[in-house]
Nanobody, 115 residues
Framework: QVHLVESGGGLVKPGGSLRLSCAAS????????TGWYRQAPGKQRELVAT???????NYGNSVKGRCTIFRDNAKNTTYLEMNNLKPEDTAVYYC?????????WGQGAQVTVSS
């Protein structure tokens, strides 16, 4: 079992940047893939980015070119860097990890993009 805790959310102005962190309660060396999803009010949860074993990354169409996902295995943390944020990026961002076939989610971090 693993617990995932997101941090780094908050209020950002349009065009700004943000880094979200997802800290795991145990080593993430076997936690693959890991990723970020988001859910805006009244909308379905959607893919933001994932990183698989070997480092392959996948990004949602709405964030391609503006986001980077990466891991620091020594810190048991997965990060999401977001640039050129837009109001439509406003959502709760969830971290997800898969460990031995079981899927785990964090509690979510609110990101609000507004002037």
């Amino acid at each position: 079992q693993v617990h995932l805790v997101e941090s780094g959310g908050g209020l950002v102005k349009p065009g700004g940047s943000l880094r979200l962190s997802c800290a795991a309660s145990r080593s993430i060396s076997s936690l693959y893939p890991t990723g970020w999803y988001r859910q805006a009010p009244g909308k379905q949860r959607e893919l933001v980015a994932t990183v698989s074993y070997g480092g392959s990354t996948n990004y949602g169409n709405s964030v391609k070119g503006r986001c980077t996902i990466f891991r620091d295995n020594a810190k048991n943390t997965t990060y999401l860097e977001m640039n050129n944020l837009k109001p439509e990026d406003t959502a709760v961002y969830y971290c997800k990890g898969v460990l031995r076939g079981a899927t785990y989610w964090g509690q979510g971090a609110q990101v609000t993009v507004s002037s």
